[in-house]
């Protein structure tokens, strides 16, 4: 997506240990008029798997996930992050491991939020070694609905998880995959 | 705002210590449609002050506050949470006493993202007793801007942040005023 795209180039910046930094339009600070339209994009992608309920993760997940599901008119339900790996009798969980912040944590969903039958379309706002959509997908399953896909805004297409998660089945979609990034240069796939 | 009372009336929960939990439209689970609704309110209730950010504080304001961006065209911050208080020597940064988790959490913004001249607009879901908007007022103010008003969803109108925060000059709008609640009712300020 051209627009995406384009606003990565001009306001990205990268960091050491390949972590490509968009605070100033898709978190911590955030471009509404932008995400909006990242929003629709996903809805068009999507509309034909018909999902009925938009699953993300806290916090830099939520304002694209809330953007897509208002243009899909659907639930958002964000999967909330905890430190400890207590036992959550109530609620779906997994253990996500985060290699930008080298240590592992659980979120959860409330069990009334998901059920079998839901058609639930994954949506983040990055995709690297897809541990965090390794993590939503155990929380769809443990709910006995089904993942119609999963929805990106930037993946990082010279790591694995995108691959392999296409290569299980899973309809994944990114607005801008970066091919090659260093402190200098960025280049997207066609 | 007759149809965020109505919601809360059939959906919202109370739990000892006074905690209405409205986690099946306003957090953890969100209904966009719902939630861009608020946005639109607030864009009308704020527009005359002539806001150019909003600022609200992870997780569960971002929603509201980003709907809001989405219907006055500006930029949305979101102000984040740390449990260390650890010096940040790039970012404003403000200590808020939560009464919910019993804890201090320290929030931070990076400095590029608010200047002198902005004029902000802080939105949050709840109000209670006012620390999280103090926390972010005191942000707004170290980055010798001006906070314009604060728009809420759901104000305790029985607990003393609005009133407080009113009769230091601010204008607080709040969506829906809960005069009282107990486990078998709720009912609204006129």
Chains 1, 2 share one sequence.
Do not use: W
Not at 79 to 89: E, L, R, V
Not at 99 to 114: A, K, N, P, Q, S
Not at 154 to 170: D, H
């Amino acid at each position: 997506m051209k627009l995406l795209e384009d606003r990565i180039k001009s306001e990205g910046r990268i960091l050491p240990g390949n972590v490509l930094k968009v605070s100033s339009f898709l978190n911590h600070q955030l471009d509404p008029t932008l995400i909006m339209e990242l929003g629709k994009e996903f809805a068009r992608l999507f509309e034909k798997e018909a999902p009925n309920k938009i699953l993300t993760i806290e916090t830099s997940g939520i304002p694209i996930a809330f953007a897509t599901g208002a243009a899909l008119k659907i639930p958002v339900i964000f999967a909330k992050k905890h430190k400890t790996s207590n036992i959550f009798g109530d609620a779906y969980n997994s253990v996500v491991h985060s290699y930008t912040h080298g240590c592992d944590y659980t979120v959860i969903v409330e069990r009334e939020f998901l059920n079998q039958g839901d058609r639930v379309l994954l949506i983040d706002d990055f995709l690297a070694n897809g541990k965090a959509l390794d993590g939503l997908l155990e929380i769809v399953e443990q709910a006995g609905a089904k993942a119609v896909g999963a929805g990106i805004a930037i993946e990082k297409g010279f790591q694995e998880g995108g691959a392999r998660l296409r290569s299980n089945g899973l309809k994944v979609e990114s607005l801008a995959i970066i091919d090659h990034m260093d402190e200098n240069s960025i280049t997207f796939l066609e």
